[in-house]
């Protein structure tokens, strides 16, 4: 929450992210996806709502993904399978012009472009690196590089890894 803004919202509990929480300045906020889960979610009127909240690595708010969203990043992360929006960094702007109910309001959307720093791909596979094994994206970029001598996504490099271990047990055998 940024300091010194009076948003009414702020002053009632909030168990979601909403355009409230956005920096006051107008600016995007960047966030790393921890997990994508389905759950029924109570409305106003106390009825049950299937709903898929998405949960971050940083301290903010879940958010519930509404069908334009998850569009979004289905077609930011070529991946449909939400199990697999897991560790990649999307960035997520206030829409003024929301039509809801016959009003406009304000709504939360996801940017049809990724950040910078979420545009690294697996040289193995092509997929977009996301964060894993407690690393950031460019984290793991980084260690995958020095490690392999390429850019892998965290499948690629257990793959790599579990054939290397492979590889040298097997070479331990035959010495033996
Ligand atoms: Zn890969």
């Not at 889960?37 to 993904?65: F, I």
Request: hydrophobic share 35%.
């Amino acid at each position: 929450m940024m300091p010194g803004t009076c948003h009414w919202r702020n002053e009632f509990k909030q168990n979601f992210f909403g355009s409230n929480l956005m920096p006051a300045n107008g600016s995007d906020v960047v966030l790393t996806i921890r997990e994508v889960r389905p759950e029924d979610l109570m409305n106003t009127d106390g009825q049950k709502k299937h709903s898929l909240v998405c949960y971050w690595q940083e301290n903010a708010l879940p958010m519930v993904l509404n069908k334009t969203n998850c569009r979004t990043i289905s077609k930011l992360l070529k991946e449909n399978d939400y199990s697999k929006w897991a560790g990649h960094r999307i960035q997520v702007f206030v829409d003024h012009h929301v039509k809801a109910f016959g009003e406009v309001v304000d709504g939360l959307r996801i940017r049809d472009k990724l950040p910078e720093d979420a545009k690294i791909k697996c040289e193995e596979c092509g997929k977009l690196i996301s964060a894993a094994f407690g690393m950031t994206i460019s984290q793991v970029a980084a260690y995958t590089h020095k490690k392999y001598g390429r850019t892998l996504c965290s499948e690629c490099a257990k793959v790599v890894n579990s054939k290397d271990k492979k590889d040298g047990k097997e070479g331990a055998t035959n010495e033996a």
